[in-house]
């Protein structure tokens, strides 16, 4: 499958309803303690340890497939909670009282970087109290990546174990060999340690978003790859359905950002337009990353959830900021089956814990080239841009006639066009049909389909998104289900996709940050969706009850965030690792 092109963008920092919004009274039976967030903290007996967010890095970090996407692996970046420690370290925490089996989960890696070729050995051991002599419940060997690049990829490290009072958890770095162990040696990484119950009884129910990329909302009820009736069962009324809710915006970042601030104001997108018209050079765009505020993916974590997003778009990259709350943030190849069957890998290690996960399959985006065809799309027509340099075109800061001219073909191609991306979305249906249908009738399970905003096929004389505020790319379809969701389908009123994110914290029964206030069962006084990717005739819509209003288009106004920033001295030294110099 040819990969989808997607330019570099940006050199940037990581950075109703039945609930009530109420903390549940009592503990978090199912964590208890985490290195980065709950209980008793490390005591460091030799050595240190210093909190991180740990990025394993790949060449296609931030970057298009377009080298070719079999050449690419299958996890193009995977950036995680973590602590370092430099070997010989050893620290220890103190096991929470707990009755019955205990869970220890987590990972390790070791960076590259120029050190001492030693391995190293990542170990875990469980003290008792009144042993002499610790039991090892985990270890992991991590030879030089320089010699063996698999070392620098996240391991696995559990362990299941009973503790009595007192017993104690130490984790030990050091070099592997004799006479090796108390010399330096190079950093070992470890992700989201944690002690969980392994059957924690009562907890809030799980939380599936499914985010699809450019999904038009007339195109969740495809004739034999229906998603509505996928995620809402046979008859398609099992949960709420919202068919014309607006878009935060009509591209990406910004439509992302809200979903994860339940605002309008995030400041992440691109800055002002360059002075001057479109010139067909290529436009630095100024992207601008998320400001400092709450986001729902850390109202999930405070609330002891695992959280964890699997994307498939280098504008969802950790320099967004996007990835704040997620314990793992990863980017996966574009291969819709690939990406459904590291979702449902992760979902299943983590089931000892209430989860939140956010799966984004990138088709339909552009290029349209369905990755799994089916018996109806065995005779699709080839694809009318192949050979058309449409990648760099988007590149440019082009204006509207500019982009209505490149993209203005002959009736029969644009047919096709159609046709091969209805294809695409047959194609995330089946990748996605057996595992959702697994899973949706679950009691303690919300499950929802989200999409970051749509895409123009000529019906108003454009082509694809960012660049006009028409319903087919401002308006999107929002499907719900689970717990305390009110069935029916929500047609009219400005129903706002930024709302989503409020409403899930409602029906797990979870506080809800500053600024989470709308509520998905009942519309609010306007929706608006904004920023326009490209030079546009319009600069934003504004929906209310009266009707829609267009904003004018100011090449001045950008997204009013802060600027996209170096790499923190972490990820600047997993972007050395990879040849980049002074960002990518």
Known sequence: MKGRVLLLLAAAAPLGCSGSGQERSGARPWRLWSAARE????????????????????????????????????????????????????????????????????????????FPPHPLRAEVFLRRPGEERPRSLAARILPDPREQPAAADWQALAADFEAPAGAVLEFVARNEGPGLADLPGAEV?????????????????????????????????????????????????????????????????PSYASLFTARDDHGAGRGPFPAGGPDGAPDPRDYRILDPLPTLAEAFQEAGYATAMLHQNPLLEPWTGLDRGFGRYARLRDRPAEAVAEARSWWEEHEGSPRFLVLHLMAPHLPYDPELPGAGDAALPPDPLEGRDWAGFLSADHGPEERRR?????????????????????????????????????SDLLLALHSDHGEEHWEHGGFEHGHAFVPEVAEVGLLLRGPGVRPGVYRDGPWRVRDLG???????????????????????????????????????????????????????????????????????????????????
Request: proline letters at 12%; one cysteine or more.
């Open 406 to 442: 490149f993209f203005d073909l002959p009736e029969e191609e644009r047919e096709a066009l159609r046709r091969r991306y209805a294809a695409e979305v047959r194609s995330v249906h089946r990748a996605l049909e057996p595992w959702i249908r697994e899973l949706r009738d679950r």
């Open 39 to 114: 209980g008793p903290a490390p005591v460091v007996e030799t050595g240190s340890l210093r909190p991180l967010r740990s990025s394993r890095l790949s060449p296609w970090f931030g970057r298009s497939e377009a080298a070719g996407p079999d050449e690419a692996p299958r996890i193009l970046g995977d950036t995680r909670d973590a602590v370092a420690t430099p070997a010989p370290t050893r620290f220890r925490v103190e096991v929470p009282a707990a009755a019955g089996l205990l869970r220890l989960r987590g990972a390790v890696r070791r960076p590259a970087g120029a």
């Open 189 to 253: 990484h470890w992700a989201e340690l944690e002690i969980r119950r392994s059957a924690p009884g009562p907890r809030p129910p799980d939380v599936l978003l499914v985010t699809v990329d450019t999904l038009r909302a007339d195109h969740l009820d495809l004739e034999g790859a229906s998603l509505r009736e996928l995620f809402l069962g046979g008859s398609g009324d099992g949960g709420a359905w919202w068919p014309r809710a607006l878009s935060p915006s009509i591209w990406t970042l």
């Open 502 to 584: 409020p409403t899930l914290l409602r029906l797990a029964g979870l506080p809800l940050p500053p600024g989470f206030e709308g509520d998905l069962f009942h519309p609010a006084p306007e929706a608006r969706c904004l920023q326009p990717l490209y030079r546009a005739e319009h600069g934003g819509l504004v929906r209310r009850p009266g009707g829609d209003a267009f904003l004018p288009f100011d090449p001045q106004e950008g997204a009013g965030g802060r600027p996209a920033q170096t790499p923190d001295p972490d990820l600047a030294a997993a972007l050395a690792e990879l040849g980049y110099a002074g960002g990518y």
